[in-house]
């Protein structure tokens, strides 16, 4: 047996954060060492901070980025072990998202990225360039600072693998794993037994799966050792990156780390023996006859033994892997991602408008699951967790405060006040009043009627004119305007709160506030424009109403929020317009469309890419409890609106991205927002679709 004893980890790591992630990487090498590991991968640009965007045009980016390398080589962390560490790395005038490996205060390689990622969240062409010369080294120029450590003045740079006396190892980045013409394909062909893949890999709904298929696909097809590391965490932006650190070997998965973890640091290890991977592949004829032919990869050889000649050891067998269901997914993510903007962004705590109904709820729901992941962390005695739970609240490092009870803490960072007019129930009221209770936060209740009617008395004593709502006998714009003022003035009225609770209740800093529109109804536009719904984060902004509600269900059995299921069987209603005997406004009335209906219409949108004629054309045959003629309009009404209301995505709240046909403008969704929203050409193309699609049933006929 050849056994080798291997790490990779998920890191919190934050953008610009030089100090804390150089931490964080020491502290894995540390724990990599302790647990006998040999060699050690760790996330992408994790010394920088994948999330930094336009500070990697940055000079001094590259600057600290060497710094802290510096600190690393400076050491004894590297004796006796190889670590694959990644950072931007500027050659010949173009900056590189780079592999460095280091190995006994030594640089042995760098390996600058060659597939960069360009689509959806990334944007890493703006900064960087893909390395375009395969199978390629030069020599890398080091700089003073580097020089003075390791006595090295040039370093091989490019497209190469290391050889140990004992196996072959290199790199992919990322993207490489999900491209079609992968590295690890041709990596394997030239005898590279283990490969590592630095990734900084953002959480979608159901998207571990395919991480995991890939993962096991390219070991299964080309066989050999793939560790796979991740970010973990909030990286200051809309994403959240999920972990799930991995190790495989011949197409099974050996090691896994957390998904959703307050635990700034995760290092896993697994024992491996080579001799597998040579027998599988040797086992696979039409591998060889393709090694044979496969060009060259350039080699860096190293004075360093991977392999122990210890007979303790033993190979890690495979694993059964660990999935969270979407729900699950829903409750921890977005969880994850508001605790990490709480401890770093300095504020007191969180307020929310709660309103009783589903979304709202959800939010709150939310907060309350990340107070349970907080006091479960305390239990189990996690420094960090209960050093920024003590900032948080308020209380002195000294006192000795454990966060250990989550209704007791949710007291304390969750501020929630239902916001009430003469056109909202006793019913919606109770149910607020109830969850926050349940989930252990402050909650106040107001009526804002007051300030309501002095703004509309405002507006008569400028115009003489009075608005009055569509049941008593208003137009259209009326009601609207009489809808929104409410809006509006909740969400004036919840920073005012945000700002000065904490003061009320003796306490220094302030709130930030917690918005509450659902992906779907951003995507109709069915939100006002700096209403309740405008705030400093959105958790559930990337999340369809479909997928909350069986969240809500969710929730109230393994959160244990039962009123959670009152919730539920509401219908949902905005609760802005005077409810009669023959009259109760609904959302769905409302928007003219179904929740289901706007899920399918963002999907196609977004997704698969279609403008109207395209997606009349596939929803026609997939909604056979309509007629064509009302596909087509339900199409085009969608469209309208839709455009109507794009500018709304440019004030849009940062939200969670948990979904791939999120409208977010701002990073995501690069579409404009000034539309013909009229569509006449395409309308009319649909028309003649509908025409042509009944002539020829009467042919048939």
């Not at 890939?214 to 965490?233: H, P, V």
Request: aromatic share 10%; with cysteine; hydrophobic share 40%.
């Amino acid at each position: 047996m050849k056994l080798v004893t291997l790490a990779t980890c998920n890191l919190n790591q934050w953008a610009m954060d030089f100090e804390g992630n150089l931490e964080r990487i020491v502290a894995s090498i540390q724990i990599a060492k302790e647990k006998g590991a040999r060699y050690r991968v760790g996330p992408e640009l994790e010394i920088s901070g994948y999330g930094c965007e336009d500070h990697f045009l940055e000079q001094d980016t590259f600057l600290h980025s060497w710094e802290c390398l510096a600190e690393i080589l400076s050491g004894d962390l590297t004796t006796s072990m190889l670590c694959d560490i990644g950072m931007p790395v500027m050659h010949k005038n173009v900056r590189y998202n780079c592999r460095i490996l280091v190995l006994d205060r030594k640089i042995v390689l760098i390996i600058p990225k060659p597939i960069l990622a360009a689509d959806g969240n990334y944007r890493e062409m703006r900064w960087f360039a893909a390395w375009q010369h395969s199978k390629t080294l030069e020599d890398f120029y080091l700089p003073r600072m580097i020089r003075e450590i390791t006595g090295q003045d040039t370093v091989p740079f490019g497209d190469a693998a290391v050889a140990t006396r004992d196996t072959v190892l290199a790199a992919e980045t990322c993207e490489g794993l999900f491209a079609p013409n992968s590295p690890h394909i041709y990596l394997s062909l030239n005898g590279v037994e283990i490969i590592t893949n630095a990734s900084g890999s953002h959480h979608e709904l159901r998207k571990l799966d395919q991480r995991v298929n890939l993962i096991r696909n390219a070991t299964s097809k080309a066989g050999g050792i793939y560790l796979y590391a991740n970010q973990q965490g909030c990286d200051g932006g809309r994403l959240y990156f999920d972990g799930c650190a991995m190790i495989a070997v011949n197409g099974e998965i050996v090691a896994q780390g957390t998904q959703f973890s307050l635990n700034d640091i995760e290092v896993l290890t697994a024992t491996l023996d080579l001799e597998d991977v040579r027998s599988y592949r040797g086992a696979k004829t039409s591998r060889g006859v393709q090694a044979s032919q496969s060009e060259l990869v350039p080699r860096v050889a190293v004075d360093f033994d991977l392999t122990a000649e210890d007979y303790g050891l033993a190979p890690s067998p495979p694993i059964e892997l660990r999935y969270h269901t979407p729900e699950g997914e829903i409750a921890y993510g977005p969880a994850c991602w508001l605790w990490d903007y709480l401890r770093r962004s300095g504020a007191a705590g969180y307020f929310l408008p709660i309103s009783g109904g589903a979304d709202s709820s959800t939010v709150a729901t939310l907060v309350g699951s990340m107070c349970q992941m907080v006091a479960k962390e305390a239990k189990a005695g996690n420094r960090a967790v209960i050093r920024d739970a003590r900032r948080i609240a308020g209380e002195d490092e000294a006192g000795g405060y454990l966060p250990t009870d989550a209704r007791e803490f949710a007291n304390r960072i969750l501020h929630t006040c239902y916001l009430a007019t003469v056109n909202s129930s006793n019913v919606t009221r109770t149910r607020a009043k109830k969850l926050a209770d349940q989930i252990g936060a402050y909650h106040l209740n107001v009526n804002i009627d007051s300030v309501v009617a002095a703004m509309l008395s405002l507006f008569m004593k400028l115009t003489q004119k009075t608005p009055r709502f569509k049941v008593d006998g208003g137009t259209a714009s009326e009601n609207t305007a009489l809808q929104n003022i409410q809006a509006r003035l909740r969400m004036v009225f919840s920073y005012l709160l945000a700002q000065l609770l904490p003061w009320v209740r003796g306490k220094r800093g302030v709130l930030l506030v917690l918005g509450t529109a659902n992906v779907d109804e951003s995507l109709r536009g069915y939100v006002t424009k700096y209403d309740c719904s405008s705030a400093d984060i959105n958790p559930i902004g990337g999340i369809s109403k479909t997928d909350l509600r069986r969240f809500l269900r969710w929730a109230a059995e393994n959160l244990g929020y039962t009123i959670l299921n009152d919730v539920l069987d509401a219908p949902p209603t905005a609760e802005l317009e005077p409810i009669t005997e023959s009259y109760t406004q609904e959302d769905e009335a409302d928007m003219g469309l179904t929740y289901q209906e706007l899920s399918r219409f963002g999907r196609l949108r977004k997704i698969d890419r279609c403008g109207p004629v395209n997606m009349f054309e596939k929803l026609v045959h997939e909604w056979h409890h309509l007629s064509r003629q009302e596909v087509a309009a339900k199409v085009k009404y969608f469209f309208y609106h839709y455009s109507l209301n794009r500018h709304k995505m440019t004030t849009l709240t940062p939200s969670y991205h948990a979904e791939s046909y999120s409208p977010d403008d701002n990073r995501f969704d690069l579409r404009q927002f000034l539309y013909n929203i009229r569509w006449t050409w395409q309308f009319q193309r649909i028309d003649r679709l509908v025409k042509k699609m009944e002539d020829d049933d009467a042919q048939n006929a």
